[in-house]
């Protein structure tokens, strides 16, 4: 498309703005293909007036007022945050409940990936030794050892993809028993059985933190087959777990390394408690192989960051697309992001498989309003600098923009942060707004896969699971052509449209998943720290 040709992008026909798609944005004096003038200079990705707005006239993108004209905006004007009262929350009651029924959809049947099936049923898209951290003081040791391990004994086992030390900043110095700290606590134990760490769980502890490796994983959870060259014994000791039944008890199994216990006298000697630990778990993770398994096996995590007003015309839409894909291969998919979800909250509740799934929603909602209002803040102060120079005016914006990477399927569960995800299908999980936090829960959840869009721009990745960045903006996508896989742009440049995306991702994820390719951000060794959220007390 060529940008002498000024190109708006309008999202519904009740809108009366539409946002400039040329790069560069627009000058005063340009006249629109529509006859309208614009008279002022409306950077790209900005709204422009396209009737007279009177003060405190709506002004409508996708169909709903994102916000309120403080005073009269003639039309052929940048129309920006500066000139726009927000709109007040949604109330939480009343709202539509399960009154959306999706069209029925064909299976998409036929598709696969290579994968690593696991003992519990689940499957990893990569074979990696996560070492599990109790508390943030081990984490230094840790780290030594790990870079260790990579260099001495991950070349001895070619079939394990990585080792990662899941490292986090809890763990002590916490008030652990406060409401709210179970969130964290069930979210690095979920972490830890993550599909991509094939049930091998490696605890590194400090020895007389708060979060005690037997409170982490209490009994039951994992079987502790050995204390590798902590106490030198090599047997089961006071964290095994009961026998277990069924599937349960082959899910997982794990050792634990105390570094405060008597046998280890100077640094090295944790680190070669460490490392003989290690070995035992990338001797069984070794053996595993890839097999064909069905594209119903893959856990996609969805989000967005520096976003910008092309994620809810260009990749986000796109990202929807894929989601009912994937819901039609009988995959899971989960969205997030509370506070970028909160104005849609009606039409989430409206697409609830269940009036139980929308009261679910409805609760996790309200916990947040709760917990935001503790702080003395509400849903506003998630907007950035960056969004705004991007386009959004506001999180109404925001939120209509991130709410279509849902897709149009119904919504069949809800998760609380921290939550392992335990159905098929479309769900919620509720997790803040903030990239790695969300990132982190998501990976708490079970994903196996996840996708990122981003219009401004982030090197954003996850060393546990592989990222697929999505450019709302061929601009972004030209510039930061080794970071994005996808470029989304192509739809706002009118060579693709939403669709031809979507089956671009898809197909994508599933070469991913099988490990024949790579994401930019694997290839850059590009990854975010895990942030846990804590929202009880710290001490």
Known sequence: MSQIQPHTIRMHALDNVAIVANNGGLAEGTTLPCGLTLIDRVPQGHKVALVDLAADAPVLRYGIPIGYALKAIPAGSWVHERLLKMPDARELDNLPISTVKS??????????FQGYRNADGSVGTRNILAITQTVQCVAGVTDFAVQRIKAELLPKFPHVDDVVALEHTYGCGVAIDAPGAEIPIRTLRNISLNPNFGGEVMVVSLGCEKLQPDRLFPPGTIEIQSLGGSRGTGSAGPLAAPPLLGAEAQSASGGIVVLQDDAHVGFMAMVESIMRQATQHLTRLNARRRETVPAAELVVGVQCGGSDAFSGATANP??????????????????????????????????????????????????????????????????????????????????????????????????????????????????????????????????????????????????????????????????????????????????????????????????????????????????????????????
């Not at 069209?103 to 696969?112: D, H, K, M, S, V």
């Open 318 to 539: 796109a990202v929807g697309f894929c989601t009912d894909l994937l819901v039609r291969a009988g995959a899971s998919v989960m969205f997030s992001e509370t506070t970028e979800v909160r104005d849609g909250i009606d039409q989430l509740t409206a697409r609830a498989s269940t009036p139980e799934v929308a009261q679910a929603m409805i609760h996790e909602m309200a916990w947040y309003d709760a917990y935001l209002k503790r702080g003395s803040v509400d849903r506003s102060a998630n907007t950035t600098p960056g969004n705004k120079k991007g386009g959004l005016s506001n999180i109404v914006e925001k939120a209509m923009g991130s709410i279509v990477k849902s897709g149009s399927s119904a919504i069949t569960g809800v998760l609380a942060p921290g939550e392992k995800l335990k159905q098929k299908g479309l769900t919620y999980a509720a997790t803040p707004a903030s990239d790695f936090i969300c990132g982190t829960l998501q990976i708490a959840a079970g994903m196996n896969l996840h996708v990122f869009t981003t219009g401004r721009g982030t090197p954003y990745g996850l060393a546990e699971v592989p990222v697929i960045k999505v450019a709302t903006r061929s601009d972004l996508a030209r510039r930061w052509h080794d970071l994005m896989d996808v470029n989304a742009g192509t739809i706002a440049d009118g060579t693709a449209t939403i669709e031809d995306v979507g089956w671009e991702l898809f197909r994508l994820m599933l070469e991913v998943a099988s490990g024949r390719k790579k994401t930019w951000a694997e290839h850059w060794k590009l990854h975010n720290a895990l942030v846990l959220f804590n929202p009880a007390p710290v001490t």
């Open 103 to 112: 069209a029925p959809q064909p299976p998409l049947e036929g598709y696969t």
